[in-house]
């Protein structure tokens, strides 16, 4: 392949998690049937890295707090159990389209006392082999496009039930290896760094009838950072900000026995693409558009907007011409909007907080990437070490995320001192027992 292919070959891969079935949309007319998907550049950020959440639909803001908390929302690392905890996970990633890409994902954190907690992670995008030849099919170089983000985190508690968190994010992108990719443009790995701000509420002291219950809240605004660039010209690319905000409720039925449901809800905050004057239409003023000439927007929004307009011009900025979204034969903005909101449903069964068994399910709309698809899970506690595996299951054919599967490892040493007290409490009350 040429060094120009190569190169929109790995755009394609990395322009987004559904970039797969996206389709620039080039017909104004309206009531299009043209997909509109919003695209940003290292939506490697938006991969659920962990299993739980993967066994829950993709949904981690809202949950109980574990030691992949600092993806989903580090607010919760302030009501997690124990002190200090490590978790690997490993997912191979779209096996139905290549056999060598691969996800892995570092995450800690240490929990200095009840109000402070910190958190870090390592999340580690290796977009496997690529060859890149010359216009005489002549080989340049073998190379493997890799990205990554390193980040830390500081959570608190700001009330009884209600904590805070802020973290900070390095984010690397070598797609090319800083090969020519026409036209004398020469491409460069690209850098960015980002802010998260998240919350989290947790209350304990619910019943349900005569049984324990708890009630979660969470939001994480992720990735508030500057766009990103691949080449030495101007033009640059937003990064996934992401809105992600959830519920969940947990029942205990007795010691031994919980169940989880949770839900979150998801939007990018990122613009969403007009849809532009062809040429040969006449515009508001009377002119005619001619061919080459600057772009003009005829629904929706300019997208060549700055990263903290985005952040609120994104909410109203679709275009909303196409056939799902029109409404009284014009096109409603609000509809697409709403339709750039996925969602992702979890139930969790755990037993005496040793084994778990989880379901989900992530629903995304048709003509926004149309990723619909049903999660399983299961996951094993063991002292201070943990295993858990989730699957996925598309509803729809053909679609390449089909027989992913997601691995973790965990080690909780803060559980196994949390143990030896327990055990040194019981044995103390024990004696003091007998001695009575």
């Not at 322009?15 to 919003?38: F, L, M």
């Not at 907690?117 to 890149?132: C, E, N, Q, V």
């Not at 609120?312 to 275009?319: E, L, V």
Request: aromatic share 14%; net charge neutral.
């Amino acid at each position: 392949m040429t060094r120009r292919f190569s190169f929109l070959i790995a755009i394609f891969l990395f322009a987004g998690i559904s970039g797969y079935s996206q389709v620039t949309p080039d017909n104004d007319v309206i009531g299009r049937d043209a997909p509109n998907t919003i695209s940003t550049a290292v939506s490697f950020l938006t991969i659920a890295p962990d299993t739980r959440a993967g066994g829950l639909g993709d949904a981690g803001v809202a949950t109980t707090p574990d030691g992949n908390s600092q993806h989903w929302n580090p607010s919760k690392y302030v009501f997690i159990d124990t002190d200090f905890g490590v978790s690997m996970s490993y997912t191979p990633w779209l096996r139905a389209l290549v056999s060598d890409m691969n996800l892995a994902y570092l995450s800690g954190y240490y929990k200095f006392n009840a109000q402070n907690a910190i958190g870090a992670s390592l999340l580690y995008f290796d977009l496997g082999s690529m060859t890149f030849r010359g216009p005489n099919n002549e080989l340049i170089m073998n190379f493997r496009p890799r990205e990554f983000s390193l980040d830390l985190s500081y959570a608190r508690l700001l009330a009884k039930n209600f904590s805070g968190s802020v973290a900070m994010r390095f984010i690397y992108s070598n797609l090319t290896g800083g090969q020519d990719v026409g036209n004398g443009v020469q491409s460069k790995a690209g850098t960015s760094v980002a802010a998260d701000v998240s919350f989290y509420y947790k209350n304990d002291d619910i019943m349900t009838g005569n049984m324990k219950s708890s009630v979660m809240w969470g939001l994480n605004i992720s990735n508030i950072g500057s766009k990103i660039s691949y080449t030495s010209n101007e033009k640059r690319d937003f990064i996934p900000t992401n809105f992600r905000t959830g519920v969940g409720y947990m029942l205990s039925f007795d010691e031994h026995n919980d169940l989880l449901v949770t839900a979150d809800f998801n939007k990018l905050l990122v613009p969403s693409s007009p849809t532009y004057y062809q040429p040969g239409e006449v515009l508001p003023s009377g002119d005619t558009v001619k061919a080459g000439s600057e772009p003009v927007v005829k629904y929706g929004k300019d997208p060549n907007v700055s990263v903290p307009a985005a952040l609120f011009t994104s909410w109203w900025d679709a275009p909303g011409d196409a056939t799902p979204f029109i409404h009284n034969g014009k096109p409603s903005r609000f509809r697409e909007e709403l339709a750039e909101i996925t969602f992702s449903v979890g139930l969790e069964y755990c037993y005496s907080k040793q084994f778990a068994a989880r379901v989900g399910y992530f629903h995304e709309h048709a003509y926004k990437g149309n990723r619909k698809y049903v999660t399983v899970g299961a996951g094993l506690r063991l002292n201070v070490f943990g295993l858990d595996f989730a699957y996925l299951i598309p509803v729809t054919q053909a679609n390449p995320l089909q027989n992913t599967l997601r691995f973790t490892l965990t080690f909780d040493f803060g559980g196994l001192a949390k143990e030896q007290r327990d055990a040194k409490k019981a044995e103390k009350a024990e004696k003091g027992a007998r001695k009575a």
